[in-house]
Structures are given as C-alpha cells and as structure tokens.
C-alpha cells in the first residue's frame, strides 16, 4: 500500500517537473555566441576598449620577458661580461614586471565591472520579457523553473563575462605571439615540439559534444531541484496536513541525487581537458631535451635561444590549459544562454498589433460574437457564445465548476484571445488595442488574492502608485477593510510579510478589493470575490458596491447565489454554452437551471 502510494505520487512529480523543462538539442554555433556577445555592447565605449588595452599591455610584456633574459642576458650580457648591460637588463625587465603588475591589476577591476554590468543587463532583459509573456506561458511552466532561468543560468554566465571572454582574447595572442617567437628562434625545433598538437585537437573535439550536453543535463535537474524546492515550500501546510513529509523528503533525495550525479558527470568529463593538455605538455618537453640538445651541439642553437625557447614553450602550454578551461566555461555558458534564449524567444500569444489603438475612457459595453474558446485541443472551454453587458450593468455568469465563467473574464480583459468570434468593448475589438490602455481600465478581485510582502498601503496602492493617503482611506473604508486595519500596530504601515501571512484569508481578499477599487477602473472583474468573507462583512461590502459600481460595468462570478441577486443580468452557463439569462426573478419564473442550483444551495443551507 505505501509503496502504491509513494509510486502514484513520484509519478505525478515526475510528469509535472518533466513537463515544465526539457534539454534543448541545439548544435553549438557562433551564431548564438554572438547574440550573446551583443550584450557588451553598452560597455564598448569605455570599460571594454581600456580592458583590451590592459591586455595588450600584458601580453606584449609576457612575450618580450624571454627574451631579454635568454637571448640578451645570456648570450650577450652574460657571456660578453657586459656589466652595463646586465644592469640595464635587469631594471628594463623589473621595470616591465611591474607595468605587467599594474595592468593586471586594472584589467582585472574593468573586467568584474563590464561582467557584472553585463549580468545586470542581461537579468533585467530577461525579468522584463516574461512580465510581457501571456499567460499561456506560465500556465505551461513552474514558477521553480522560470526562477532559475533568470537567477541559475544567468549568473552560470558571470565568470565567462568577467573573466572568460577577455582571457579568450589575451590567450590567443599570447599564443600567436608564442608560435611566432618559436619559429623565429627555430623552426625544425618547434615543428618537432608541437608535432603533438593535432593529436590533442584530435581528441579534444570529440569531447565538446559530450562537455556541452552534460553540462545542459545539469541545469535541467537544477532546475528540477530548484521547482521541487519551491512547490514544497509553498506547500508545506498541505503536506504536513496529509502527512507527507516522509514521501517529499524521498523524492527530494532522489532530485537531490540526479542533480549531485549530473554535476559530478559534467565535471569529470570537463576534467580529462587539462591532463589531456598536460601530457601533451610533458610529450614536448621530452621532445625539447632530446632534440634541442643536439641542436646545441650542432652549434644551430645557441644556449642563450634554447632557454629562451624552453620559457616559451613552458608558456605556450598555459594558454592552451587556460583555453581548454575558457572552453568549459563557454560549454556552460552556452548551455545557459539557450535556456535563457529560449525564453527571450517566446512570444506573447496575446500580442498587439502594429497599429492597435488606445482605449481612452471607455462606456463598458462589452460584446461577445459567437466566441469560442479552448485551453487545449481536447476540449472547448466556450463553444459559440454570444452575449452583451451594457455599460454600467452588474453582470452575474452562474454554472457549475469549468462551464466557462473565468474563461469569459479572462477573454474580457484579454488573458487569452478567441480562438473563434469576437470580443469586444465598446464596440472596439479588443485585438485592435493596445493590452495597457484596455487592462489600465479593468480591476480584477480573485478568490485566490496574491498579497507583495510590504505594508497594506503599498499593497493597496499596487493599482494606482499616485493615489493620495486620502484615497486609500476612502476606499479601505467603503469596502470595510478600514475597520480591521486601524486595530493593526502600524495601521496602513504594517508590514503583512510574504503573501500576506499577518492577515488572515478574508482580510486579504479584503486589501484586494480595496487595491481594485483605488484604481477606479470602468469594468470591475469579481471572480468568486466574497467566497473568502464572512456574512457579516459581505454585508457590508454589498452596500459599498451599490454606491461603488454605479457607472461602471460588473462582472460577478460568484457559487454562492445570494450574492447575485441584485445583479442586472445573469448568464447560466453550462459546458461552455449559455442555456439562460435575465434577472434573478425572471429566471427563477422560468423555473430552469438557475432556479434549481438556488434550490439546491438553499436546501444544503437548512440541512447545515
């Protein structure tokens, strides 16, 4: 039995987290590289040019060093007993140590500022892109995988912007530097010393696909880790109420484990780069004792060339090792930007058109011609609806749970666009206007409130920034939140903590209804609004509503019918059709469906 039990519940997790991210099979490609580069741009001007500068500094001193000490101070200085010249040496190369030192220094600032900018940019871009995604988007993603999208796999990208792309640059010509030094000081000696070199290539290639593949697995269960973390916080309450913390902490060990796995199987395979690159360093040395040691003898190489040729092969490998690191970060980075990308990719599925217009203070008159609807292709949420709200009439959409009453709201303030017919606000069709002047003027009040963490008053000010403590006074008090807010420490200024937690479930909804009315919107959306409240304070915010919505349009969804009776008109909704509608007392004449669903709820009332 508990077996079944923890079997059913790994594989609802399963489908859900599985469902939520997947690997992106992408070829790796310069393109998308580039795209990612586009973000230096801001810093090209100034930080970017002054590290390049500070690298330019530092390589042409790394590669001038050997030199002076093997050709000029053995061969010359030493061997011709030129003391002057020593000298002179030696303060030349201390003096270049130091140029070295302070270009370092200030290559290493300028980078960290240009990466973190960059970080900065690139984070914002991500954040403001998904606040314009529709909702289709978050309804088809946890809230754990969009999270570490824009925290994960952006700063995965921090150490390639601060460090990665400038060393990129200085290695290779480090490296070009080196291989010119080499041939210049012997060629038959460095053709036998890198004979190696398309050998490591070779092998080296055969790795990145394996590297960048392993690295995109572990994101994908970092990501599956970070979505399990964030469901069992937020739901914590119902899984100590069911008593499932055994089972959860199971399943976290096991996503616990894949994500410790992919990590320990993307390092090691990162890992065989630099042996690989220092065998291959070992090989040419070998190869630098034997074959440079009779070039000595042959007097083809004087002592002086083949030390300085040994402190440029020593730092030919550096580069190489540094490059194959550089690599790696690249891999991650790669694996990173296409998740990022592919979100920075996806388009609103509600978006405007080039020519949508505004809406300026609308009637709210709204119209439905012969819409449909549906979430997926398996079933219609609407099915040829036609219907009218005059402007200013309290509209009441009553049916049982998935009829249609939501989707008929989240098509009025355009969450979701038709699949079939016309939705329209006085008399505009709402895909000609743009989405801010149309939702700039609809207050929506959810059964489920989302309380910020901060105080009531910037809660309730979320609607409408530049209202006057006035305002919110007025609308705390005309739907009766004010009464229970001036009993709290700091009234208006309490902190209510994350979602709300301070407040109890009716005072929330009342802060959301307050928020919706400070807005002064034109159509006043309540979605199950008052499920949440007491009698008494229903009441209340009955009265405040007949002042409140007078000259504005309401649409009320409600399960508990009291609380439409006064409603203007009242759609009955069945399986996406409307099978009925008119005021509360001609439909319960018409002794139809409404009539029974009142009866029903009034019969379940005197058995309570």
Not at 160 to 166: A, S
Not at 279 to 306: C, K, P
């Amino acid at each position: 039995m508990m077996k079944n039990k923890q079997k059913a519940q790994k594989n609802i997790l399963e489908r859900f987290y599985y469902s939520t991210d997947q690997v992106i099979d992408k070829p790796f490609n310069w393109k998308q590289l580039w795209r990612l580069l586009t973000y230096l741009k801001p810093y090209s001007k100034k930080l970017l040019p002054l590290s390049v500068i500070m690298v330019l500094i530092t390589t042409g001193v790394r590669l001038v060093i050997p030199t002076l000490i093997g050709v000029y101070t053995l061969d010359k200085a030493i061997i011709e007993r030129d003391s002057t010249m020593l000298t002179t040496l030696i303060i030349t190369i201390s003096g270049l140590y130091i140029l070295s030192y302070i270009a370092n220094v200030l290559r290493i600032r300028w980078m960290n500022m240009l990466g973190q900018g960059v970080i900065y940019d690139l984070r914002k871009h991500l954040f403001s892109h998904v606040q314009r995604l529709s909702h289709r988007f978050f309804d088809q993603r946890s809230a754990g995988s969009i999270l570490v999208r824009i925290m994960n796999d952006i700063n995965s990208l921090q150490e390639l912007f601060t460090n990665g792309v400038i060393n990129l640059l200085m290695d290779m010509l480090l490296l070009i530097g080196i291989i010119v030094f080499l041939f210049t000081l012997s060629p038959p000696l460095t053709l036998a010393v890198l004979v190696i070199l398309p050998l490591m290539f070779f092998i080296s290639t055969s790795l990145r696909k394996k590297i960048r593949r392993s690295w995109q697995m572990v994101r994908l269960k970092q990501s599956k880790l970070n979505s399990h973390l964030n469901e069992s916080i937020q739901g914590i309450r119902v899984t100590q109420s069911f008593t499932q913390e055994k089972e959860n902490m199971a399943y976290f060990d096991g996503v616990n484990t894949e994500s410790f796995d992919s990590w320990r199987n993307a390092t090691r395979k990162s890992a065989m780069f630099r042996p690989l690159v220092e065998l291959t360093n070992a090989v040419g040395t070998a190869v630098l004792i034997w074959f440079g040691a009779s070039l000595i003898q042959s007097d083809s190489l004087t002592l002086g060339e083949f030390v300085t040729f040994a402190f440029y092969l020593g730092m030919f490998w550096e580069p190489i090792s540094r490059l194959g690191m550089v690599y790696n970060q690249l891999l991650v980075g790669m694996a990173s930007s296409e998740r990022i990308f592919e979100f920075l990719d996806e388009r609103p599925n509600v978006g405007e058109r080039p020519n949508a217009t505004d809406l300026k203070d609308i009637n709210g008159r709204i119209e439905f011609e012969n819409v449909d609807f549906a979430y997926d292709s398996k079933r219609k949420a609407l099915d040829n609806i036609s219907l009218e709200m005059k402007a200013g009439e309290t509209v009441a959409l009553v049916g049982h749970t998935g009829s249609g009453k939501t989707t008929i709201a989240n098509l009025v303030s355009r969450f979701y666009d038709p699949t079939g017919g016309k939705v329209k606000i006085d008399g505009h069709d709402l895909r000609d206007v743009s989405l801010a002047s149309l939702r700039s003027q609809i207050s929506i009040v959810l059964q489920d409130t989302f309380i910020f963490s901060g105080t009531i008053k910037e809660n309730i000010l979320f609607g409408r920034p530049d209202a006057s403590d006035e305002d919110v006074l007025e609308a705390a008090k005309a739907v009766g939140a004010h009464k229970f807010i001036e009993k709290l420490p700091k009234v208006y200024e309490t902190e209510v903590e994350e979602r709300g937690n301070i407040l109890s479930v009716g005072e929330r909804q009342l802060i959301s209804f307050t928020r919706a009315l400070l807005a002064d919107p034109r159509i006043i959306i309540l979605d199950e609004a008052t499920a949440s409240i007491d009698t008494e304070t229903e009441v209340q915010i009955q009265e405040a509503l007949r002042t409140l919505l007078k000259g504005r349009t309401a649409i009320m969804i409600a399960h508990r019918l009291s609380t439409i009776r006064e409603a203007d008109n009242i759609f009955v909704l069945d399986h996406g059709r409307i099978i009925e509608h008119g005021n509360h007392d001609e439909l319960m004449d018409q002794q139809g469906e409404y009539y029974h669903l009142v009866k029903a709820q009034f019969k379940m009332l005197e058995v309570i």
